[in-house]
């Protein structure tokens, strides 16, 4: 028969528990706090802008040079709004980006991104995780080949085994590219894996012996 557990050893126990589930708690929350004033401090940050005709990219690294973010999003979320003009004067951060978005397009602070989507009023496709390899024309893999969903900043290169991982929707087309090889423009749709072979560029090769 086990011998009974000392009352004060048992509250020892409980104590010692509760304290680290106080400690995690409060770590957890802290952790919390500073996220959430980083988010509303810099949305809450007034800045001074003036832009004529600009595109949408171009205004977002202005914004980028006067508060300490950076900016995700995909071009085709603001295929209208190639030619902004607008004046802001100590305006607040979540104002200009409200102007900039419109209706269609929402914004979320994450880390120290603001990362642009579409509102619930539009369908863009869901990304997906997309791998392949990219070979030459004698099927050896391609390393430092250049892998970009069009339309986008998204985008990565060749491993050195000629193999890449990136995010696209069915809808994407990935634009490949490698110095003295043919570009190709591969449409994602339904497939999560492809394997792509790159063709040499004969004119481009020909130019290249012919200044040597």
């Known amino acids: ?50 832009v004529e005709n600009m595109d949408i990219k171009t205004v977002l690294n202005e914004i980028e040079k006067k508060v300490p973010v950076k900016f995700a999003y995909r071009r085709r979320l603001f295929e209208d709004r190639d030619h902004i003009s607008a004046s802001f004067h100590n305006t607040a951060l979540r104002d200009v980006l409200n102007h900039l978005a419109g209706p269609h397009v929402r914004y979320d602070v994450v880390g120290d991104q603001i990362v642009f989507g579409p509102s619930s009023t539009i369908e863009i496709g869901v990304p997906k995780t997309l791998t392949g390899i990219i070979t ?54 339904a497939q999560t894996r492809i394997r792509v072979k790159l063709m040499p560029d004969v004119q481009s090769l020909g130019e290249v012996v012919g200044v040597a």
């Open 136 to 189: 030459d024309e004698t099927d050896a893999p391609m390393p430092g080949v250049s892998v970009l969903v069009k339309g986008t900043n998204i985008g990565t290169t060749t491993n050195l085994d000629g193999e890449f991982v990136v995010e696209a929707a069915d809808t994407d087309v990935l634009i490949i590219t490698f110095i003295g090889y043919l570009k190709e423009e591969i449409t994602v749709g």
């Open 1 to 50: 028969m086990k011998e009974p557990i000392p009352i004060q050893d048992a509250l020892f126990k409980i104590m010692r528990i509760t304290v680290v589930q106080i400690i995690l708690a409060a770590v957890c929350s802290v952790a919390s706090y500073g996220f959430e004033s980083f988010s509303q401090g810099v949305l809450d940050k007034p800045i001074s802008l003036e």
